[in-house]
């Protein structure tokens, strides 16, 4: 935590390594399988040092996704950052606010953000911010859920087929308020975002399909008795053995398998650059 970030460049691990196994032997499945394609996701990118996490929680994403500990963490839960200095995924992790990052103009080479800004309710500001820490052209790379996220849930699907529109407004606005989003936006309005806050988008791709994403979905229901189990006892997994998770791993597999773009999947990767001028 008193480590300074390093200025020299450093490659992210392109090998394949078993991210399923890495997030189901301390998360919630369905948790879980989300992580694991999102974190198998950034191993195709090389990302310039010094390197941001906005958002970064408690550093379990950050040490299952990259081989070496990223440069620095920012977080406002004292709780969750305190977990990630212990854990040692990043060189030096800060207490602060996305927007007002104690960082000079064009500090940083690159930034990610993974499933953050969506919980942001003034995300243009975060955006504005991250632009101002980055060097002309440093690369951001962020995922969210996107305009798909709620039309792709089950049960409102079922209430809506049966003429229950109401209820399935309902439960659309429930499961949006137990996720904690502000922002559930087609690629449309974050390109607009961006734009205005001094970004180029280079690409992006929806992934997580509609039913790998009712997996998601029923988790939240069927994954209570792992909540029960990290109130009491600090930990959602009791026994985190292969052999006791094999058939929840046979379960999620196939969805983890599948292609990285999904055209109707739920959630979205952003891969941009800040502009040069």
Partial sequence: MTTEPSNHQEKEPLEENDFLWEQLRDLPYFRALLRA??????????????????????????????????DVGID?????????????????????????????DGYFGGCISNSVLEHIPDVDAVLKEIARVLKPGGLFIFCVPNHQFLG???????????????????????????????HCDAPEVWQNR???????VERWWHYFSPEAFHVLEWGHYLGLPALASHFLLGRWILSPTKWNLAITRAIVQRFYDELPEQPQGSYTFYVTRRNTV
């Avoid at 999102?38 to 990118?45: G, N």
């Avoid at 961006?194 to 180029?200: H, V």
């Fill in 37 to 70: 394609v999102e974190a198998r996701s950034y191993q195709q990118f090389e990302f310039p040092a010094p390197l941001l996490d906005m958002g970064c929680g408690d550093g379990h994403f950050a040490a299952a996704a990259f081989k070496r500990p990223i």
């Fill in 76 to 104: 406002p839960w004292y709780g969750p950052l305190r977990q990630a200095a212990r854990r040692g995924s990043y060189r030096m992790v800060v207490y602060g606010f996305g927007n007002w990052l104690p960082f000079p």
């Fill in 152 to 182: 792709n849930l089950s049960v409102s699907s079922f209430l809506d087929r049966i003429r229950l529109r109401f209820l399935g407004d309902a439960y659309r606005r429930f499961f949006n308020w137990i996720s904690r989003h502000h």
């Fill in 194 to 200: 961006l734009s205005k806050a001094g970004f180029q």
